[in-house]
Structure formats: C-alpha cells, structure tokens
C-alpha cells in the first residue's frame, strides 16, 4: 500500500490556533491541485488563504466536522474569498452549508475521496472523515488522542460517543492514522491501533466510560454562546 504522504503530495496539520487548540487540515491532491480544509478556524482565514494561493492549489470544499462550540468556523468567510468554494457540515448539525452530508457521503478532491461517517455523541452532528483508502482519519471532537469530546452539552451523550467510536472509528484499519480536530497538549497524531489499546476513556466498558464523562468537571468553552450560533450560519453571523 501507497504511504499517505506518497497519495496526497501535499497534507498538513497546522499549527494549534490559540485559544482554542484547534487543528485545520488541508489536504491536496498534487495532480489536479484541488484541495479540501477541514475545520478552518475564522483568526486563521489569512494564514490559510496564503498557503493555499504560495502551493497554487484550488480549493474546492471548507468542511467541518461538527457545529464547534469553542470558536467561530473560517468557512464562511473563505466563501466570500475563493470562488466556486463550497461549504459542507453534517445536516444533522442542523446548520447550513451549501452540502449537508450525511453517512456515507463523499467529498472528492483530485484522485481522492474522503467518506463521511456519522459519528454522533459530542454532537448530534459530528462526523469522522476518512481518506478512501482508509489510511487517514479525521475524528473531529469525537476521538482526541488519548481522549474524546465532552459529551455535557450541545446534545451530547456519553453512550452514543462510545457507540460511535468502537463501531465507526476502532473498525477502521489498526495503522490508520487519526487527526483530531483539537489537542491540549501539542500531541499532533495517532492512530486506531494505538487508541484502541491506550485510550484511556474508551478501553473503558461502557458504564465506567459514562461515568468518566460524567465527571469530567470541565469549564464550559469561553466562547460557546458566541461561536454555536455563529456556526449554524458558517461563521457568518455578522452580516
Ligand atoms: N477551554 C476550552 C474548551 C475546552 C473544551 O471544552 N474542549 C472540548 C472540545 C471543543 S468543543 C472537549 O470536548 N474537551 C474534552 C476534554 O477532555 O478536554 C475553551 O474555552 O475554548
Ligand atoms: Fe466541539
């Protein structure tokens, strides 16, 4: 098998946008240049915007992979700025996008495809993205390395959390590698395999897994009233 980096001759995580630790991925394909972002973050458009025009790419589609409470999506705003871009977040997030995906759904770019899994428990509308040939992950907030998302708002459940991860994300291959959307610690990747066995929270069973997230004790994230609403309409609440 081709490694990752052999199919997508340009993948990058970038670097963690403070406040909120969010990691935005842009993946190309080098033969046609057309590119997707995944969970752009609106303080990082520019930044974004100047990698994509340096690497010539064409940035097809600004997906998120669920409706964030911790910080206001860029995807709105690149619309406004790349032509023929497309926004895309689940429809069971219930916010709007020019795609609302749903499972099984697909997001081509070049000779590549990412599948929409839905993977629900973080939110009602979370989905995990995987690279067709099953060799990358994006598990938004559903798995985080050594982690997952919070489940005490926003719809969450710790039970369908758990359901999600153990049917739609530890089925996957053990090598395939997981990018989050957030790490608070500066860890950057991981895989199935490695999660499977050192999650701490889900080699659990289910009633200890419940009762983790039940006292996570967590403070709510300081922009949540502003960014949910900002989310349900791209980031574009302003106008
Ligand atoms: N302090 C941050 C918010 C941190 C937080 O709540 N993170 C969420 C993911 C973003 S919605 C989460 O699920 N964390 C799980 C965990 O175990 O940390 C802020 O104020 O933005
Ligand atoms: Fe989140």
């Not at 915007?49 to 589609?61: E, I, W, Y």
């Not at 081509?108 to 599948?115: A, C, D, I, N, Q």
Request: hydrophobic residues 35%; negative net charge; charged residues 20%.
């Amino acid at each position: 098998m081709e490694s990752p980096s052999n199919q997508l001759a340009q993948h990058f995580t970038y670097a963690l946008n403070e406040p909120s630790s969010t990691y935005t991925y842009l993946l190309a394909d080098s033969e046609s240049a057309e590119a997707v972002i995944i969970d752009p973050v609106l303080e990082t458009v520019e930044r974004d915007l100047m990698l994509v025009n340096q690497l010539g790419l064409t940035l097809k589609m600004a997906v998120n992979t669920h409706c964030h409470a911790d910080h206001i999506t860029g995807s709105g705003q690149l619309k406004r700025r790349v032509t023929g871009l497309q926004s895309a977040i689940s429809r069971l997030s219930g916010a709007s996008a020019d795609l609302l995906l749903s499972e099984g759904d697909t997001i081509p770019f070049g000779r590549h495809v990412l599948t929409v899994r839905e993977t629900p428990g973080h939110t009602d509308g979370c989905v995990t993205l995987v690279l067709g040939d099953q060799s990358l992950a994006f598990t938004g907030d559903t798995l985080l390395i050594r982690g997952c998302g919070r489940t005490d708002f926003q719809q969450g459940c710790a039970k369908r959390l758990y359901d999600s991860v153990h049917k739609k994300i530890f089925t996957l291959p053990d090598q395939c590698l997981v990018y989050p959307a957030h790490d608070y610690k500066g860890q950057t990747v991981s895989t199935v395999g490695e999660e499977r066995r050192f999650n701490p929270r889900l080699t659990k069973n289910l009633e200890e897994f419940i009762d983790i997230m039940n006292n996570l004790n967590l403070q709510k994230p300081a922009k949540i009233d502003v960014a949910v609403p900002a989310n349900l309409v791209c980031g574009l609440h302003e106008v």
